[in-house]
């Protein structure tokens, strides 16, 4: 598994973005995958996590109702809506050794280098 996140930018406070996490080698399909974040100076976070089928997600409180994490055979994706300065961080994608969504960072073994989104007020 290798992945790449992608999608990052500079957004104005309320607008969207859409990150997306793809795996080079085409063999997360089975893996659970989880998005976190790093804002600058704090300890990565988690933010939302989806199973391999797509049906059961996970997200952080702070993002609930913003936030949709979704995927297909490709890819996972990151829908973001109503974004905030708070949101300003490296957003980085990760797949878990196992097929279910999970919130646990120490369970994922895989890690994409990281998109940076910039919220600016």
């Known amino acids: 598994v290798q992945l790449q996140a992608s999608g990052g930018g500079l957004v104005q406070s309320g607008g969207s973005l859409r990150l997306s996490c793809a795996d080079s080698r085409r063999t997360f399909s089975n893996n659970g995958v989880g998005w976190f974040r790093q804002p600058p100076g704090k300890e990565r976070e988690f933010v939302a996590a989806?199973?391999?089928?797509?049906?059961e997600t996970f997200y952080a409180d702070s993002v609930k109702g913003r936030f949709t994490i979704s995927r297909d055979n490709a890819k996972v994706y990151l829908q973001m809506n109503s974004l905030k300065p708070e949101d300003t961080a490296i957003y980085y994608c990760?797949?878990?050794?196992?097929?279910?969504?999970?919130?646990?960072?120490?369970?994922?073994?895989?890690w994409g280098q990281g998109t940076l989104v910039t919220v600016s007020s």
């Open positions: 989806i199973g391999w089928r797509g049906g």
């Open positions: 990760a797949a878990a050794l196992r097929p279910m969504a999970t919130t646990n960072r120490n369970e994922y073994r895989y």
